[in-house]
């Protein structure tokens, strides 16, 4: 398997180059070439366990020896305190895959335990070190410090906004005392945390020396961990249902986990509707109505993992859009880095794509979906998978059972529980571990100097 940029100026990588390297150095995204047909083998998958299903899917993607690859997968999943890792359940006319049994109780632990996984190897193989860099508002940091906490060859600096981050989210992240876990509270906004953050990837110089990585969700393997639930749940749902098609929901934000759905559709698993639910940061449900792409401005909600008004990930979806045409994409994203809007034409029938259904969740909504399938079906949903929920109800078919990706567990939001049902979702063991736990972390100013500084004095050489 090759990995090409979407930009179409970076040669071919392998899956090891890819995954080290993250961001294409053209400005694009690596993607796989050629998407696999797997039409001829869902029947045998059906039958397999979630590691297997794993294994089976990973082999085609990735150049790293069957026996390494098994136990990579035995170890990126061991963390996990369900024994099926993603199971879906029944809930109404709903099937809801719970995805929040990781060491953070959110779907991100899927992806940055493999990516983890896929550093150690590499690295050890090339005798290599990586010093990770990452900006957080909480969610994406959390789960990489738990990937990556102990390893020998990765140090990992989470910068996240000093005391304007979630109690919890902090605790998640700064009760890690690891030696190679740093954790710097910046004293200004998120949007510091990022501009620093880039302006030290952009300084080459320093990059290389010091060998930073990155944890995005634009990284390849992040997207291909996140590939296996939608067979895995896809082909119990069909079999356990007898139908000849599904349909899944996504919460989303940067488009990364409904990116790995829409891979599964090309790859020959019989999905008939990707529903993209967005919370009132809606630019991405407006592109599937109008054709239009255009930041706003991002407004915080009850659903903050998905406050994002620019999907990192939606370039690959474009790219196939635009009928892997790389120069036609790298003009439309040059357009929407001078006019932050791009506008793409609609079908014959009014649609971008009739594969996807689109809609937005606010917080009305939200809350009265959470408060509905407490009181009808005793099921306490997250504000981010009531948000994919509340939109899913306006695409159900009869035939095409539907599939809701439950992305959090709802004791990460006792706010947002006790305001649409009226008590608390109760105690969770992990939660209040973590809010009594010893916490380490540095309070730093937001300049990047400092950050510099902090950085060579304690990296992993
Ligand atoms: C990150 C996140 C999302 C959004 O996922 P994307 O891949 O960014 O679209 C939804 N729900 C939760 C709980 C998340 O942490």
Redesign the pocket.
């Known amino acids: 398997m090759k990995y090409i940029s979407t930009r179409g100026r970076t040669k071919p990588l392998g899956f090891q180059d890819a995954v080290i390297t993250g961001l294409a150095p053209d400005g694009g995204l690596l993607i796989p070439e050629p998407i696999p047909d797997v039409t001829d083998r869902l029947d045998e998958w059906s039958t397999l366990s979630y590691q297997e299903i794993t294994f089976e899917i990973l082999k085609l993607f990735v150049d790293i020896p069957d026996e390494r690859l098994k136990k990579l997968i035995h170890r990126s999943y061991a963390p996990f305190s369900h024994r099926e890792i993603a199971p879906a359940t029944p809930v109404g006319q709903l099937q809801i895959l719970e995805l929040?049994y990781g060491p953070t109780l959110?779907?991100?632990d899927i992806a940055l335990q493999f990516l983890s996984n896929f550093f150690d190897y590499i690295l050890d193989r090339t005798d290599r070190q990586l010093n990770i860099l990452a900006a957080t508002s909480?969610?994406?940091g959390s789960?990489a410090i738990h990937g990556v906490k102990g390893r020998e060859r990765m140090h990992i600096f989470v910068m996240h906004p000093h005391e304007r981050v979630a109690p919890l989210q902090e605790k998640q992240m700064t009760s890690v005392l690891d030696p190679n876990v740093f954790n710097l509270a910046i004293k200004g906004t998120f949007d510091d945390c990022q501009h620093i953050m880039k302006a030290l990837f952009q300084d080459l110089d320093f990059k290389t020396a010091y060998s930073l990585g990155a944890v995005n969700?634009v990284n390849w393997a992040?997207v291909l961990a996140?590939l296996v639930y939608y067979f895995s749940a896809g082909l119990y749902v069909l079999k356990r249902k007898n139908a000849s098609g599904v349909r899944f929901a996504?919460?989303?934000?940067?488009?990364?986990?409904?990116?790995?759905g829409y891979y599964a559709y090309r790859m020959g698993l019989p999905i008939t509707k990707l529903v993209l639910a967005t919370n009132e940061n809606d630019i991405l449900s407006r592109f599937f109505n109008t054709g239009i792409y255009q930041q706003g401005e991002v407004v915080p909600t009850i659903?903050p993992?998905?406050d994002?008004q620019v999907?990192?990930?939606f370039e690959r979806y474009l790219y196939y859009k635009m009928n892997e045409d790389s120069d036609t994409l790298r003009t439309l994203m040059e357009q929407f880095s001078d006019t932050q809007k791009i506008q793409v034409p609609l079908g014959p029938d009014g649609k971008i794509d009739t594969l996807f259904g689109e809609g937005i969740g606010d917080k009305d909504h939200t809350l009265k979906t959470i408060k509905k399938y407490y009181e009808q079906h005793n099921y306490l949903l997250?504000p981010?998978?009531a948000?994919?929920v509340y939109v899913a109800e306006q695409y159900l078919n009869e035939k095409e059972p539907m599939i809701c990706?439950a992305?959090?567990h709802p004791a990460?939001f006792p706010r947002a529980i006790i305001e649409a049902t009226g008590k608390g979702p109760g105690h969770h063991q992990v939660i209040d571990a973590v809010m009594n736990a010893p916490t380490r972390c540095k309070v730093l100013p937001a300049d990047e100097q400092v950050v510099r500084d902090f950085i060579e004095k304690h990296s992993v050489q």
């Open positions: 929040f959110a779907f991100k909480g969610d994406t789960a969700s992040r996140q996504v919460p989303t934000g940067n488009f990364g986990d409904i990116l790995a659903s993992s998905m994002i999907a990192s990930n997250d981010h998978t948000v994919g990706l992305t959090a990460k």
